[in-house]
């Protein structure tokens, strides 16, 4: 099973600050892999698909970059609804599975 | 507007079964891969199975092979989870989520999720 490590557990910044959010693979995952954000008691929203593609309707400030192993999210300028808890997804056939980071928790400083 | 609506959860002892089922309206059902994804209280996401479109590629987390089974009802536009041998640690939110590609018989990534259905085992 391929594991996602997400970094740093915690990140807390003001808003207009820029956040860049890490995601590292046990092992390659090429490009797929995907963003979500999740808020308190709703369900978790896509934002990047394939590590670069924004999702219909996701903001310009989302970005997403990365491939085989390293991956990142950046959010150039943070509004206040940016503050949420971000997860990483990574896919793979053969057998079929589909795993999570454990999730990257974004506050306001 | 695409709509997932989880059913069939609730409180069950341990060892004891339980049948999820996701009602799909507003998209095409048998055009897309399906999923089941998981969150316990205060945790973090965790993918249970996924199903392709015609049911012919099924993947399931090693936590729940051979526990649980995914189906799917194409003329109904359902989709089910039967859980068998439950644990307290099968204890979560249990989300309906649709996958983003078009047919084929990869599972990829969810674009849209029910508002869950929560399960709790417990004696």
């Known amino acids: 099973e391929i594991v996602l490590t997400q970094s740093p557990a915690t990140l807390s910044l003001s808003p207009g600050e820029r956040a860049t959010l890490s995601c590292r693979a046990s092992q390659s995952v090429s490009s797929y892999l995907a963003w979500y954000q999740q808020k308190p008691g709703q369900a978790p929203r896509l934002l990047i698909y394939d590590a670069s593609n924004r999702a219909t309707g996701i903001p310009a400030r989302f970005s997403g970059s990365g491939s085989g192993t390293d991956f990142t999210l950046t959010i150039s300028s943070l509004e206040p609804e940016d503050f949420a808890v971000y997860y990483c997804?990574?896919?793979?056939?053969?057998?079929?599975?589909?795993?999570f980071g454990q999730g990257t928790r974004l506050e306001i400083k | 507007e695409v709509q997932l609506v989880e059913s069939g959860g609730g409180l069950v002892q341990p060892g004891r079964s339980l049948r999820l089922s996701c009602a799909a309206s507003g998209f095409t059902f048998d055009d897309y891969a399906m999923h089941w994804v998981r969150q316990a209280p205060g945790k973090g996401l965790e993918w249970v199975s996924g199903i392709s479109w015609n049911s012919g590629s099924i993947g399931y987390a090693d936590s729940v092979k051979g526990r649980f089974t995914i189906s799917r009802d194409n003329a109904k536009n359902s989709l089910y989870l039967q859980m068998n041998s439950l644990r307290a640690e099968d204890t979560a939110l249990y989300y309906c989520?649709?996958?983003?590609?078009?047919?084929?018989?990869?599972?990829?990534?969810?674009?849209?999720w029910g508002q869950g259905t929560l399960v709790t085992v417990s004696s």
């Open positions: 997804q990574q896919r793979s056939n053969w057998p079929h599975s589909i795993t």
């Open positions: 989520a649709k996958d983003t590609r078009l047919g084929g018989m990869g599972l990829y990534y969810f674009d849209y």
